[in-house]
């Protein structure tokens, strides 16, 4: 039903409130019919679903109907809360931004899996997006702080993005066509007077949740159990862990240097290749290899390209990210996307072995390759941020303890990025629960040593509590790890963690559990 009205929403992983369902490709050329009305009508369909599903008991089904059970259930809150009447559609513009561009990714990508030479899908593809933009100009009634910053660089972007790159791809592949220039017109013209009004809209100061709030998203859009004392305390002591460590290494390389400073004076060696794409596909292959051989982890084969942001995405992501594929064929490649400008090179240098980790083996790509790959249908098509991403920070562990990094000053880089993201989580959580402010915020992450904070808290402070899933994700997959690692070995405790798909973490130590009593 979602795939039939949301068809971009669920291809791409950029909206991560809508399940991945990769028969949407089929109806593409529909866009997003992101209408009031059409969203209220498919919040009321799911969440009759939703309350028939709440009616059958987990406990007395077998183990994996009762793990698409919980799935289901829990994929259907996250759609719930963040697709309500205050939801995402009715005030931020980046929604019908993003949805406009990746709604063009399977065309500008020439997928094998659609027809993206059909004149007529195309036709229907543009006026559709036109409809969007519309349907965006009247609905966003208001915006907050952070958010108008933001829009004013994606408006920019995403013109750009229309007049250059989709303008380029139209007269390539139909140059002599008379259809395309002034749907494409129109198209920019209803972009015009969407940005035009958002820009004239008033601003609400207050973008904070409060702590109520915020609570509730945590638990009906990810599922975290833990209160937001106990979440704090998390948070804590994984900064007193990083930095306790980042303090002892920095004795045993120079006692008389911080580790900042020892990090600042770290420089590449000549070989390193000094263009950014070159420098990230040659560590992919070599990442790609290790895990491969690696006896921790359960081979697999998949494509990656590593390529620029798409213009249209580089005002909506980080320097670095990953998008997935549709369905786990071969030759069908996920994109890791780099945005070598916004990089500050020495920086770029020393983070770039943990970042590609993070992004493709054995982190996001890998993880998402073993999600399509999976029997189940139900969980073939979730994403959990918070196993996600806690999957992604625990591979960059991985590749400590499994020593393909060993030189003390990269040490120090891994727990230098694990710092950054404890104090991401605290920002996170007090930006939105009224204790901090936005100058406090870069304030606060100043203290890792890392790069443009300012831009950064922006980002987050319009996705509350997103940056909380990458330290409490690794916490709960290190903890299940020092329980049942020993009893079951490495390489098991990995394969029933991977190979239920993105299950919530009681469940999955439910099944450590059984496992570790079984043998």
Known sequence: MLARDFPTLCLQDEFFFFPRVSEARHTFYRAAQVEEQVIQGAWDEVAGLLASLNLIPWQGLDPEAAADLIILRQSMRGFLQEMGAAGVWSRDPLFYLKSASLSLFPVLSRSPLIGWREEEC???????????????????KKLTPPLKVLAQEAFADTARFFTVEVSRFFRRYFPNSLWWPPLLADLLKKLAAFRDQVMRRPVTPEFRLGADAFRSRLQEMWGVQED?????????QEQEEATRSLETLAGSISPSSSWHEILAAYRPPPEVPAEPLKLYRREVRRLKRFWQRSPVLPPLAGTLRVAPTPLYLRALRATASYTAPWLYQQGLPGFFYISPAAQEPAHRWRQHRFLCAHETYPGHHYLDLRRLSLPSLVRRQYESPLYYEGWACYAETLLTEQ??????????????????????????????TGRLDLEGAVTILGQAGYPFP?????????????????????????????????????????????????????LLEKRLRQAAAAE
């Open 122 to 140: 195309l036709a229907e593809l543009l006026v559709n997006l036109a409809r969007l933009l519309g349907w965006g100009r009247r609905q966003v």
């Open 228 to 236: 937001l004392p106990t979440i704090a305390g998390i948070l804590a």
């Open 403 to 432: 020593k393909y990094i060993v030189a003390p000053q990269e040490l120090l880089i891994g727990w230098q990025r694990r710092l950054w993201r404890a104090l991401r989580g605290q920002v996170d959580l007090k930006l939105h």
């Open 454 to 506: 300012a831009r950064q808290v922006l980002r987050w402070a319009v996705n509350p509590g997103y940056q909380l899933c990458y330290p409490l994700g690794l916490r709960h997959l290190l903890r299940l790890r020092e329980l049942f690692a020993s009893a079951l070995n490495l390489r098991a405790c990995h394969e029933i963690l991977l190979s239920g798909g993105q299950l919530p973490f009681w």
